[in-house]
């Protein structure tokens, strides 16, 4: 089974990290990300677990980039 990661940051570079890491990791995938934190993210996130139920969240919460 692959890996299915939902990636959610404000920051850019973290999501270039984490593109840079998975290059390295056979059947692993970024499904959807988010740059955009605002209020309404988690009605976001919750929809591509309902598309990619099987995903995992990796989720910056760090205020300083």
């Not at 973290?14 to 290059?23: I, P």
């Not at 995938?29 to 919750?46: C, F, K, Q, W, Y």
């Not at 995992?56 to 300083?64: Q, R, T, V, Y």
């Amino acid at each position: 089974m692959a890996i299915q990661l939902i990636v959610a940051s404000q920051e850019p570079r973290f999501h270039d990290f984490v593109r840079e890491q998975l290059a390295r990791t056979p059947n692993a995938e970024i499904v959807s990300t988010h740059e955009d934190m605002g209020p309404n993210l988690s009605v976001r996130v919750a929809h591509d677990l309902s598309v990619y139920p099987q995903a995992a969240i990796l989720m910056d919460i760090s205020s300083d980039p």
